[in-house]
């Protein structure tokens, strides 16, 4: 089924329970996004969706809706309509697949450039720069509250690496100039929320930097995190946020790969490019997926498996480059 933005509201009109969810291991667009929906939904229809995320990061706690988000997923009534949102494939959408299996109407809005359309109806727009920003072009400009401003720009802010990112359109740009006339305090979320390091986030970046590796005549830099120093620093998955972007910029290097151990021999990847390299399109090949310049995947193997297989991938691509 077609997505209709008319419909869509009619839809969240009529309906008795709205479920909305993103993707495991949330970051920003997805917290932003699924809280933006939320409070624009509760201010302009009078319902209170129910927001399931596996966690909130500490550091978006004070958006609005944010102590609401049902982080356990119990079992319970099917929904009347229930929202993908930044997530475009069962396997990212978690437990809350339960859900989506149960509800009467299912809806997906997403921008990653290898969404699946595995809701009923899907607003799948990959030249976006953020979901939050797709979210923004639904909403009525007029009927945004502050609450809602500042979870859909926060969504932007992240996916964009403030405004930096490839994917930044003057459309983004001016989206989030209409989101700072809703009172939206950008120097509370750009700083409070993006370039915020706790002391922990700073060392395990240190870390990393200092141990990374150059190869494929510095094009490739990678670096790693092992089961061991994950435990021996209590990282949690927010915790290694940003170094995969601080690695990229290494001056003359087009991919930048992050790998960290879930479990033993299981390694949750980041990758990153610059110009040329289709990220995303490597990360599919291994069950994962994400942007053309930013994507993921888990891959199984010895640390030096998993990076000869991202490397040999990246090698083809260069070479056909030229
Ligand atoms: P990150 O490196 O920040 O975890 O992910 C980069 C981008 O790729 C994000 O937009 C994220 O949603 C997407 N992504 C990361 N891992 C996966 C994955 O396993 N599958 C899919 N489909 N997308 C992923
Ligand atoms: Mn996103």
């Not at 200092?210 to 005549?217: A, K, P, T, V």
Request: charged share 25%.
């Amino acid at each position: 089924m077609a997505f209709e933005t008319l419909t869509f509201w009619e839809d969240i009109g009529k309906a008795g329970s709205i479920g909305i969810a993103g993707h495991i291991r949330p970051d920003g667009d997805c917290v932003g996004s699924a809280l933006g929906l939320a409070s624009y939904i509760r201010d302009n229809f009078g319902k209170e969706p129910e927001v399931f995320l596996e966690e909130v990061p500490r550091a978006f706690a004070f958006l609005s809706g944010a102590d609401k988000v049902i982080t356990d997923y119990p079992s319970r009534e099917p929904f009347d309509i229930f929202i993908a949102v930044d997530c475009g494939d069962e396997g990212r959408l978690g437990k809350a697949m339960n859900y989506v299996k149960s509800a009467k109407k299912t809806y997906c809005i997403d921008h990653h450039a290898t969404s699946s359309g595995f809701m009923e109806s899907n607003l799948v727009i990959p030249e976006s720069a953020a979901t939050a920003q797709i979210i923004y072009t639904l909403c009525d400009d007029s009927k945004i509250t502050k609450g809602c401003a500042e979870a859909l720009y926060l969504g932007i802010v992240h996916d964009t690496g403030v405004f930096k990112h490839s994917c930044t359109t003057r459309e983004t740009m001016e989206i989030a100039g209409a989101l700072l006339d809703h009172g939206v305090s950008s120097a509370r979320i750009i700083d409070g929320t993006f370039y915020e390091k706790t002391y922990l986030q700073n060392q395990i970046l240190g870390r990393c930097l200092m141990e990374s590796i150059l190869c494929l005549d510095g094009k490739v830099i990678f670096s790693s995190i092992d089961r061991k120093t994950i435990n021996l620093y209590g990282l949690g998955p927010a915790d290694t946020e940003g170094i995969i972007d601080q690695l990229r910029v290494t001056k003359g290097v087009e991919v930048a790969i992050l790998i960290r151990e879930l479990t033993p021999r299981s390694w949750r990847v980041s990758m990153r490019s610059c110009e040329i390299v289709d990220v995303a399109k490597i990360c599919s090949m291994f069950g994962g997926g994400g942007h053309v310049r930013a994507a993921g995947a888990t891959l199984s193997g010895s640390r030096r498996d998993v990076i000869n297989n991202l490397t040999a991938e990246i090698e083809k691509q260069l070479v056909k480059q030229g």
